[in-house]
């Protein structure tokens, strides 16, 4: 296959993109303590590389031009004070040259970069997140030539690319035979260290012991008698799959390299997974969780973070048929010991063994969370911060697994109140006051919202317990989330109060006798509101606040109803029923208000006050506004002169 392209054949000088300066002095600053990773991340990046053209040659054996043995080779050279990372890999056209290392192609660097403080201190905690790569060669260089050419294209299309890392970079195309990729590091004054076939070796051994290609150094032995040199290629690393070994011999430390290589992290990994499965569909996975949550989480279409082997061979790292969207956090491998080796996507598209090991993959994820829950509770705490909004996903999109991610919810609650989830529906459950029948909710948007509603006032007055939503996704798992062990999920927004056996006798024959008396009240707010509310009643919810705004049994929450409209989608807004509470001294006041215009002006403020305490818009603000300060004026029997005084 030959991939027939238009390039700029000259030689260029291009500017960085913007960050990538600001990147590398951040960086440099960083790391330098820790300067010997640049070899592991050229290394990490050599590996890809092959993974990358094993894969396409599934589909295209010639890619291999003849050399399917791949390999990574690192040399130094004394003389001319350079270090060499070589591999027969994919190799790069200079199209992708320029996109890939002139350009951060990573999603998130724009809200990464704006994360940065300034302050060189929090910003270097920030930067182990983000991941340098390649730019991490300018920790030991002053120079970097990189020489590379895609395997498939003709030995006319290489590319040449050298940079000092001070904001501009050239490239070139040059005559390169062999396809794949030659890094050379001009090391700084002060690196002589990497000079050393020691001191390389054990770096290799540190960090990329687990790559599964050979890494080859050159061996130089000099034979005096006879004045021969001869050069031996020797392979540093053990180039043995991790996850195909005994979990006892392998160590914390070889985990982590291994986890910091496949998931392109820089940080330790919150916890591994790491099964055998046997039987007639035999199989091996070892998953990690981070312990942070990517920039690019949001991003359900950027999944790729598992990657899939057969036999030790790398097949791809096309994650949507190794685990559903709301695994997206998960790194690792898959390595399948049945699947055929030659497969292709197409097969990969309906494969039952596939989506054994798919759902077999996700029961073993959803044990090992179960098991941090149940042992390692803080640990619970961390991981529900970083990732618990994606796995709420899983209540919508995994039916089948339901009652099992159901259990690994942790909420908010006023219980304690307190904004950090970490109360699980068990909990809430077993704190049910005698007589209580269902979970209540709130959804709101935001903790503050939430917690102080005045939809709360009756259970904090009763004691019951209510979950505090404020996520913008809780809507849907609300809506999915019906029922739990028998029982079922309430949003306490919505419908009739109807607390049955939390209510004494004494308390419903009081609420019927005053609803009598207010009848005529009420009469009179409805016709007052008109068609802005279904429904004007007594309310069985408030104890404080004069009124507040449900939604019917089938209507919509008004929160749904906001978050429809602002994802641009058409409601057809269902109308509220307004509640009052008789206990009110505004509402009492009401039932004697015999002037017109001032019984409108109490009944607009009280309603536009509860559209607000819910966190709705008010259709018109200033008028609401006004309403209020005449209210105001007429109460404290000021005059406008007084006013003018105050504001003076
Ligand atoms: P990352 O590996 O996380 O993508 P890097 O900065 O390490 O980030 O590398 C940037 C990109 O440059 C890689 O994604 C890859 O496309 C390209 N690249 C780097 N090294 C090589 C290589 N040896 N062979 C082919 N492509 C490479
Ligand atoms: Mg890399």
């Given at each position: 296959?030959?991939?027939?392209?238009?390039?700029?054949?000259?030689?260029?000088?291009?500017?960085?993109?913007?960050?990538?300066?600001?990147?590398?002095?951040?960086?440099?600053?960083?790391?330098?303590?820790?300067?010997?990773?640049?070899?592991r991340?050229?290394?990490s990046?050599?590996?890809?590389?092959?993974?990358?053209?094993?894969?396409?040659?599934?589909?295209?054996?010639?890619?291999?031009?003849?050399?399917?043995?791949?390999?990574?080779?690192?040399?130094?050279?004394?003389?001319?004070?350079?270090?060499?990372?070589?591999?027969?890999?994919?190799?790069?056209?200079?199209?992708?040259?320029?996109?890939?290392?002139?350009?951060?192609?990573?999603?998130?660097?724009?809200?990464?970069?704006?994360?940065?403080?300034?302050?060189?201190?929090?910003?270097?905690?920030?930067?182990?997140?983000?991941?340098?790569?390649?730019?991490?060669?300018?920790?030991?260089?002053?120079?970097?030539?990189?020489?590379?050419?895609?395997?498939?294209?003709?030995?006319?299309?290489?590319?040449?690319?050298?940079?000092?890392?001070?904001?501009?970079?050239?490239?070139?195309?040059?005559?390169?035979?062999?396809?794949?990729?030659?890094?050379?590091?001009?090391?700084?004054?002060?690196?002589?260290?990497?000079?050393?076939?020691?001191?390389?070796?054990?770096?290799?051994?540190?960090y990329?012991?687990?790559?599964?290609?050979?890494?080859?150094?050159?061996?130089?032995?000099?034979?005096?008698?006879?004045?021969?040199?001869?050069?031996?290629?020797?392979?540093?690393?053990?180039?043995?799959?991790?996850?195909?070994?005994?979990?006892?011999?392998?160590?914390?430390?070889?985990?982590t390299e291994f986890y910091k290589h496949v998931a392109h992290d820089f940080e330790?990994?919150?916890?591994?997974?790491?099964?055998?499965?046997?039987?007639?569909?035999?199989?091996?996975?070892?998953?990690?969780?981070?312990?942070?949550?990517?920039?690019?989480?949001?991003?359900?279409?950027?999944?790729?973070?598992?990657?899939?082997?057969?036999?030790?061979?790398?097949?791809?790292?096309?994650?949507?048929?190794?685990?559903?969207?709301?695994?997206?956090?998960?790194?690792?491998?898959?390595?399948?010991?049945?699947?055929?080796?030659?497969?292709?996507?197409?097969?990969?598209?309906?494969?039952?063994?596939?989506?054994?090991?798919?759902?077999?993959?996700?029961?073993?994820?959803?044990?090992?969370?179960?098991?941090?829950?149940?042992?390692?509770?803080?640990?619970?705490?961390?991981?529900?911060?970083?990732?618990?909004?994606?796995?709420?996903?899983?209540?919508?999109?995994?039916?089948?697994?339901?009652?099992?991610?159901?259990?690994?919810?942790?909420?908010?609650?006023?219980?304690?109140?307190?904004?950090?989830?970490?109360?699980?529906?068990?909990?809430?459950?077993?704190?049910?006051?005698?007589?209580?029948?269902?979970?209540?909710?709130?959804?709101?948007?935001?903790?503050?919202?939430?917690?102080?509603?005045?939809?709360?006032?009756?259970?904090?007055?009763?004691?019951?317990?209510?979950?505090?939503?404020?996520?913008?996704?809780?809507?849907?798992?609300?809506?999915?989330?019906?029922?739990?062990?028998?029982?079922?999920?309430?949003?306490?927004?919505?419908?009739?109060?109807?607390?049955?056996?939390?209510?004494?006798?004494?308390?419903?024959?009081?609420?019927?006798?005053?609803?009598?008396?207010?009848?005529?009240?009420?009469?009179?707010?409805?016709?007052?509101?008109?068609?802005?509310?279904?429904?004007?009643?007594?309310?069985?919810?408030?104890?404080?606040?004069?009124?507040?705004?449900?939604?019917?049994?089938?209507?919509?929450?008004?929160?749904?109803?906001?978050?429809?409209?602002?994802?641009?989608?058409?409601?057809?807004?269902?109308?509220?029923?307004?509640?009052?509470?008789?206990?009110?001294?505004?509402?009492?006041?009401?039932?004697?208000?015999?002037?017109?215009?001032?019984?409108?002006?109490?009944?607009?403020?009280?309603?536009?006050?509860?559209?607000?305490?819910?966190?709705?818009?008010?259709?018109?603000?200033?008028?609401?506004?006004?309403?209020?300060?005449?209210?105001?004026?007429?109460?404290?029997?000021?005059?406008?002169?007084?006013?003018?005084?105050?504001?003076?």
């Amino acid at each position: 296959m030959t991939i027939e392209t238009q390039v700029e054949t000259h030689k260029e000088t291009l500017g960085f993109q913007t960050e990538i300066k600001q990147l590398l002095d951040l960086m440099i600053h960083s790391l330098y303590s820790n300067k010997e990773i640049f070899l592991r991340e050229l290394i990490s990046n050599s590996s890809d590389a092959a993974d990358k053209l094993r894969f396409e040659a599934l589909s295209d054996d010639a890619l291999y031009e003849g050399d399917a043995d791949l390999k990574i080779w690192i040399n130094f050279d004394k003389d001319a004070r350079t270090v060499t990372i070589r591999d027969n890999g994919i190799g790069m056209s200079r199209e992708e040259v320029v996109d890939n290392i002139g350009t951060i192609a990573k999603s998130g660097t724009q809200e990464f970069f704006k994360s940065l403080t300034g302050d060189k201190a929090k910003d270097t905690q920030l930067i182990g997140q983000f991941g340098v790569g390649f730019y991490s060669s300018f920790i030991v260089a002053d120079r970097v030539t990189l020489l590379t050419r895609r395997a498939g294209l003709e030995a006319s299309h290489g590319v040449k690319w050298e940079s000092t890392g001070e904001g501009e970079y050239s490239i070139e195309t040059i005559d390169r035979d062999s396809h794949g990729t030659e890094v050379i590091l001009h090391l700084l004054p002060d690196e002589d260290e990497f000079l050393s076939d020691y001191r390389l070796q054990s770096i290799i051994k540190k960090y990329s012991d687990h790559i599964t290609l050979p890494i080859v150094m050159h061996k130089v032995t000099t034979d005096k008698e006879k004045d021969e040199t001869t050069i031996e290629e020797e392979v540093v690393n053990t180039a043995k799959a991790l996850w195909a070994r005994a979990k006892a011999e392998i160590s914390e430390e070889e985990y982590t390299e291994f986890y910091k290589h496949v998931a392109h992290d820089f940080e330790t990994p919150l916890a591994r997974i790491h099964n055998k499965v046997e039987g007639k569909n035999e199989y091996t996975t070892l998953l990690f969780i981070p312990s942070r949550a990517p920039f690019d989480l949001w991003d359900r279409n950027n999944r790729k973070g598992v990657k899939l082997y057969v036999r030790r061979v790398f097949i791809m790292d096309d994650n949507e048929k190794l685990l559903p969207p709301y695994l997206r956090f998960i790194r690792g491998v898959i390595d399948s010991n049945d699947l055929p080796l030659n497969i292709s996507r197409e097969i990969l598209q309906h494969n039952k063994q596939l989506d054994a090991i798919r759902s077999g993959t996700v029961k073993k994820v959803l044990g090992a969370l179960e098991n941090m829950a149940k042992n390692e509770p803080d640990k619970y705490v961390t991981f529900w911060k970083e990732f618990g909004k994606v796995i709420k996903e899983g209540i919508v999109d995994d039916y089948g697994n339901k009652p099992r991610i159901a259990k690994l919810l942790r909420f908010s609650t006023t219980y304690d109140d307190n904004e950090t989830p970490t109360i699980s529906l068990d909990d809430y459950v077993g704190r049910m006051k005698e007589g209580q029948e269902k979970i209540y909710y709130i959804t709101a948007e935001s903790f503050a919202a939430a917690k102080n509603s005045p939809h709360l006032e009756i259970f904090r007055k009763k004691g019951i317990e209510v979950l505090l939503l404020f996520d913008q996704i809780d809507e849907w798992v609300g809506s999915h989330l019906t029922d739990f062990e028998d029982k079922q999920l309430q949003s306490v927004t919505k419908g009739e109060l109807n607390l049955g056996d939390l209510e004494n006798e004494d308390e419903k024959k009081e609420a019927e006798k005053t609803s009598d008396t207010l009848k005529p009240v009420l009469e009179r707010i409805k016709t007052t509101l008109g068609d802005k509310v279904k429904e004007v009643r007594i309310t069985h919810r408030l104890t404080s606040s004069p009124v507040c705004l449900v939604a019917d049994e089938q209507g919509m929450d008004a929160s749904l109803e906001r978050l429809l409209k602002s994802a641009g989608q058409s409601v057809t807004g269902s109308k509220p029923i307004m509640e009052i509470n008789p206990q009110h001294p505004i509402v009492n006041a009401l039932k004697e208000e015999s002037e017109e215009i001032r019984f409108n002006d109490w009944v607009f403020i009280l309603f536009e006050q509860a559209l607000l305490s819910e966190g709705g818009q008010l259709d018109d603000p200033a008028a609401f506004v006004k309403r209020m300060n005449e209210m105001l004026v007429s109460m404290g029997n000021l005059n406008s002169s007084r006013i003018i005084t105050l504001n003076q």
